[in-house]
């Protein structure tokens, strides 16, 4: 693996293609915090739409944020040439190399806030005190990420599973077949997150759970155009 200050971009030979894989991902996402916007548009008194599109719009800028920090992390050796240190002056070009790991940490922050607003909507319980915690719980999960790189997934893993496990328990109940659709999507992108936990010690991990996170986000599309479209028709 690559690493800089203890943090996993890309694995040797895979660099390039796995921004590649994200830009697709980033874009899915937002066209799914997209959909979530027109279905608030639909019905305005539904305002976890409003919610729900939020957080998809965050899920979306931590890939935007995990792609800027992936190139300026392989340019990290821009830093060493001279001809920065007369431009910029010799702080601002040695600190570049901090770029990788500050851009980590904002990637950490905007992916699991964007898990945990999803997951605090899937919830028919009102808002209270322990949403307040968990929110708490995140920002320490992010701090300890600067000194082991997993504890993002692990707690990503968990709240995808939480997810996971929801709208299984709620197809059980209505049989619908878009939340099913839901429970299909999110168990994917829990596996991704799962494997994504391993990647420091096998490289091809890395590479499969690129690829299921990005199949997992093409379900949930999927599966946001048809509500949708179901919500046009009703409309």
Not at 130 to 136: C, D, G, S, T
Not at 145 to 161: E, N
Not at 174 to 202: E, G, R, V
Request: hydrophobic share 55%.
């Amino acid at each position: 693996m690559v690493y800089w200050l203890e943090f996993v971009y890309s694995p040797p030979g895979f660099y390039g293609k796995d921004i590649a894989i994200d830009v697709l991902s980033a874009i899915v996402v937002l066209l799914i915090g997209i959909f979530s916007f027109r279905n608030f548009s639909l019905d305005k008194r539904n305002k976890k739409h409003l919610f729900l599109g939020a957080a998809f719009v965050l899920l979306g800028l931590s890939f935007i944020v995990k792609i800027l920090t992936n190139v300026l992390s392989h340019a990290e050796e821009w830093s060493s040439k001279q001809f920065l240190i007369p431009m910029f002056g010799r702080d601002i070009a040695t600190s570049y190399t901090m770029i990788p790991a500050i851009g980590f940490l904002l990637y950490a922050l905007l992916t699991l806030f964007g898990f945990y607003v999803i997951y605090a909507l899937s919830s028919k319980d009102e808002l209270s005190m322990n949403y307040v915690i968990i929110a708490y719980f995140i920002l320490i999960s992010t701090y300890f990420t600067r000194f082991t790189y997993f504890i993002i997934y692990l707690t990503a893993f968990i709240f995808v599973l939480a997810l996971s496990r929801r709208y299984f328990l709620e197809y059980k109940k209505n049989s619908y077949k878009n939340t099913l659709f839901l429970c299909i999507s999110f168990s994917i992108i829990t596996l991704s997150q799962f494997a994504f936990i391993f990647t420091a010690t096998n490289h091809v991990l890395y590479v499969l759970a690129e690829f299921i996170q990005l199949i997992g986000y093409l379900f949930l599309l999927y599966t946001f155009v048809m509500v949708l479209r179901n919500a046009t028709k009703t409309k």
